[in-house]
């Protein structure tokens, strides 16, 4: 009993020995606000912390003595102190780090070594003038995604639409239409390489070369009006203080490929230009000029997605001259496998004025894509600094997305007898697709920034921009079948004719924009009745050349020697000629798909800050600005809208107020009135048959339509905790005259059916918008949710029969509806956690994109609806002595489908009406698109 008395006597001494502790926060001195990932080093050992995500440090079991501690973090002066810590100790020390550097007033801060954080990002969105939420380099970098895009899609109040690949592509910010959005680089408008619209896929940015994201929800004065749903703002990575260099490789693939091949084809037989553009216009094309090559298809078998970039930087001549070159290369095998029923142009009347029209299916299509997408992004920046006042800085950028892919169609006309439980075919048709899909962004950038006079500063602009898109030699290949039921009509059994070669479709289709810019602000400090205001006045013009070609043949199939049709062998096999002889010519010299367009555009505007005192300040002004367009197209002259002019102004005022409540909380209101300008192909009446979003139906432009004005309205409260907490909770409206979208209508007495754009009247959206993210340790929360509510009329035609007396009617009829795209709820939830001392990053998020119209009906509720999704993502990421990091990322976990549907009984769902992909009798399903999970794994280095 004595020997385990002393034993415990023993224990008692020793483990008082080692229970002291040492904790606290790590703070910005001047903002007082935690720092997160703070580097702390307890010597002698030593001994690790690093400050987690609520800014907090802790070392425990530690004996008394003397210890020296440093403390440091990027971009602060380090602190190295000594502490002496008694037996049981718990000593509670808050370190105050002052920042190196300095502030500059709004958006822009100078700490250099900061500005791909995630705090960085959160103090410009407390010190903006106006709305704005940022994405920091940080945050993108353990996010799940590579494109700019997909992470848009985790922004509060965005949701995207996504392309054949399951990859996001444009953005649709607070339910307003992507058209209604605008996008920069760095601070410049860049021109879209998209052959019909106005807005930039947001693919064609890979998320390595960002050095944060900026989306402004409501603007100022000084900024473009064309932006009503938001501003989407790129930064670009800037030059370093000191040497940096850092790159990164991965390596992946798609589950898809796992289940089916790849479908490739050969690109280097594709001639770049039409036949026309080779002979010259009115000579007619031989068969020669159409080779079948890049219309035979290979497989290949699991192919491995790769990822590389680089970054380096450095700054020369005594800190004035700084370089810096980023380049970024992915390579994606994606796709998809897409169930379509085609819908009916011409529909049956309704039973009764109470009744509804059902939309009938007339073919089922089955549909697989094959994408292999090149994405390489290229920028570089020179800035000299010839003193504190004055700089200057030359940016350029190269983008680019190339995707060849195929698709490979199987379309059956349906009958009125059923097999195998749906309802059968009468003919089965194949198509091979091959597409080669070139789109590019250049941009060319001359910044200044000046300071005139103590109170007088000056900065500007000059900008060359260009993006071209082109499809060569886009070519589908075309056979059919026969099939026959049984003579019973029950087909039991089927028996299925010769396979016949039917017309080839070969077009040229490509698009050159121009962009050259010219931007100044001045900015004035003066007082006003004592108070500080910053007045800002100066300008922008724009001159645009936009060059659109298309040109399309029809091949026709040389007949057997012993028949009336040409019987399928191979593609190579294949004989055709131009029947009519005419056909050689392709359609260019009476296409408007062949145009010119011009653009100019003049701004000007006047703005001031007023700060009313130190809490309260108001930022208001007034922004003019004259849009002159022109287009000729190929039409004859007697065709109307081969060519138009078109002039207007609109005066746009705007008012930005914040009141801070506190250091960390305010109230922001704004109001700001903008515009939409209609898309160049709007405009023009010409039929783009290569397809819209969902390749379903052919656009044609609308030379009638108007551009629209927008008056917008925002509030929002936001707090700022400690760490990276963050709170903000607002409401907006929004009037929209003359809104513009697309609707399905029937441009002549076929039943084929053509998009087409369309002024709606007058529409009002609303809604509410929250913004959370906590952290407890080492594991956080984030999220956002959106409602969104809209208004707008429109007429749709409405057919039906009186059951009293069996009268036709034909009527038009007002409809209620959301905009168009938009959905009512949008959330975004991620599981966050950081363990700053071993190095390790993990999230789980989840984006839930509520139902939307994807495409207006013309008849009464016939309309497309997109389907609720919930898409979850992972990635993690582990890193090794402070220079290498190990990841991965993983999208797309619950292989979430895109189906569009239509709100009608559906009667389709079961018996002898049953058709495929059929999941509901409350809805009809018209499209049901799978693309399956992406996996990446990678490595990263920086020094």
Do not use: C
């Not at 997305?401 to 698709?407: G, I, K, M």
């Not at 907006?732 to 059916?753: C, G, H, M, R, W």
């Amino acid at each position: 009993m004595k020997q385990i008395y002393s034993a415990l006597i023993f224990m008692f001494f020793v483990s008082g020995s080692y229970a002291s502790t040492i904790s606290g926060s790590v703070f910005d001195k001047n903002v007082n606000e935690q720092l997160v990932g703070a580097t702390l080093v307890l010597l002698p050992g030593p001994v690790k912390a690093v400050s987690m995500l609520n800014g907090k440090y802790a070392f425990s079991n530690l004996k008394a003595g003397t210890y020296r501690l440093k403390v440091s973090y990027i971009g602060y002066v380090s602190i190295d102190t000594t502490i002496t810590l008694a037996d049981n100790q718990n000593l509670k020390l808050n370190f105050a780090l002052v920042s190196n550097t300095s502030s500059l007033n709004g958006v822009t801060i100078s700490a250099k070594g900061n500005k791909e954080s995630d705090r960085y990002a959160k103090r410009a969105e407390q010190r903006a003038d106006n709305l704005v939420n940022i994405v920091s380099a940080n945050s993108i970098a353990i996010s799940p995604d590579i494109t700019v895009a997909n992470v848009l899609a985790r922004v509060s109040g965005v949701s995207i639409e996504r392309g054949n690949t399951g990859d996001g592509q444009y953005a649709i910010i607070r339910g307003m239409d992507k058209r209604y959005n605008t996008t920069l680089i760095n601070g410049v408008k860049i021109p879209s390489p998209d052959n019909k619209n106005r807005y930039v896929p947001l693919d064609i940015f890979p998320a390595d070369l960002v050095e944060r994201i900026e989306i402004s929800k409501s603007l100022t004065p000084d900024m473009e009006g064309d932006a009503s749903g938001g501003v989407i703002n790129m930064v670009m990575k800037t030059a370093p203080d000191e040497f940096r260099l850092e790159g990164n490789v991965g390596a992946g693939y798609s589950q898809l490929f796992s289940k089916r091949p790849f479908d490739s084809f050969n690109t280097s037989s594709i001639n770049k230009q039409s036949p026309a553009e080779i002979l010259g216009n009115g000579v007619y094309a031989p068969i020669s000029s159409f080779p079948y090559n890049n219309l035979v298809t290979s497989t290949k078998k699991t192919p491995i997605n790769s990822n590389f970039s680089l970054t380096i930087g450095d700054r020369f001549l005594n800190k004035k001259l700084g370089v810096i070159f980023s380049g970024t290369y992915q390579n994606t095998y994606a796709g998809n496998n897409t169930s379509v029923l085609v819908q009916n142009a011409t529909l049956g009347p309704a039973a009764g004025p109470n009744a509804t029209m059902t939309q009938v299916f007339p073919d089922y299509q089955t549909r697989k894509y094959s994408s292999l997408t090149n994405r390489l992004g290229l920028i570089s920046t020179i800035d000299y600094k010839f003193n504190a006042d004055n700089t200057v800085s030359l940016f350029g950028t190269y983008l680019q997305l190339n995707e060849d892919r195929v698709r490979l169609t199987n379309d059956i006309l349906l009958g009125n007898y059923s097999y195998n439980g749906y309802i059968g075919g009468f003919q089965n048709n194949n198509q091979t697709q091959t597409r080669q899909d070139l789109q590019s962004i250049y941009s060319l950038i001359l910044y200044g920034n000046n300071k005139l006079a103590s109170y007088f500063t000056t900065d500007w602009s000059l900008v060359y921009s260009q993006a071209k898109q082109q499809l060569p030699d886009y070519a589908a290949f075309n056979t059919s079948q026969q099939i026959s039921p049984n003579a019973s009509g029950t087909a039991t059994s089927l028996s299925y004719g010769p396979v016949s070669v039917e017309k080839e479709t070969r077009e040229w289709t490509r698009n050159t924009d121009r962009d050259i810019s010219g931007y100044l602000n001045l900015h004035y400090s003066t007082k006003i009745n004592n108070h500080t205001t910053q007045i800002g006045f100066g300008g922008m013009a724009r001159h645009k050349n936009r060059d659109n070609y298309d040109n399309q043949y029809k091949l026709s199939p040389v007949p057997d020697a012993d028949s009336t049709y040409q019987k399928y062998v191979s593609i190579p096999a294949s004989q055709f000629k131009f029947i009519p002889n005419t056909d050689a010519l392709g359609t260019a010299f009476s296409n408007p798909g062949v145009y010119t367009f011009q653009e100019n555009i003049q701004a000007g505007y006047v703005q001031a800050k007023y700060f009313i005192n130190d809490r309260f300040d108001v930022l208001f002004g007034l922004r003019a600005e004259h849009t002159s367009q022109s287009y000729d197209s190929s039409l004859p002259a007697t065709i109307a809208g081969k060519s138009a002019s078109i002039t207007y102004t609109d005066y746009l005022p705007s008012v930005n107020a914040k009141y801070a409540l506190s250091n960390n909380q305010a109230l922001r209101l704004s109001y700001f009135k903008s515009v939409l300008r209609p898309a160049y192909s709007d405009l023009v009446p010409y039929q783009d048959n290569t397809g819209f979003a969902t390749d379903n139906f052919p656009i044609q432009g609308n030379p009638h339509l108007q551009h629209s004005v927008i008056d917008n309205f925002d509030f929002r409260y936001e707090v700022f905790p400690n760490g990276l907490d963050q709170f903000m909770v607002g409401a907006f409206y929004k009037t929209i005259t003359n809104p513009i979208e697309y609707a399905l209508v029937q441009t002549d007495f076929s039943a084929n059916l053509t998009l087409s754009p369309y002024n709606f009247g007058t529409a009002h959206n609303y809604g509410l918008e929250a913004v959370f993210r906590k952290f407890f340790g080492n594991v956080g929360v984030s999220g956002n949710y959106t409602y969104t509510h809209s208004v707008i009329n429109s007429t749709k035609k409405f057919t039906y029969v009186d059951p009293a007396d069996n009268s036709f009617h034909n009527i038009e009829v007002n409809q209620s509806r959301p905009l168009q795209g938009q959905s009512a709820h949008v959330g975004n939830f991620s599981l966050l956690y950081k363990d700053g001392k071993h190095k390790l990053d993990a999230q789980l998020a989840a984006v839930y994109t509520g139902e939307r119209i994807n495409t207006l009906s013309l008849y009464k509720d016939l309309d497309n609806w997109e389907r609720p999704t919930i898409n979850l993502d992972f990635s993690a990421q582990k890193e090794f002595s402070e220079h290498y990091i190990v990841y991965v990322k993983v999208n797309n976990l619950l292989n979430t489908p895109y189906k569009l549907i239509i709100k009608q009984s559906n009667k389709a769902y079961s018996g002898n009406n049953k058709l495929p992909i059929q999941d509901s009798p409350n809805y009809a399903t018209v499209e049901n698109d799978k693309f399956y999970a992406r996996f990446l794994v990678g490595f990263r280095f920086k020094f």
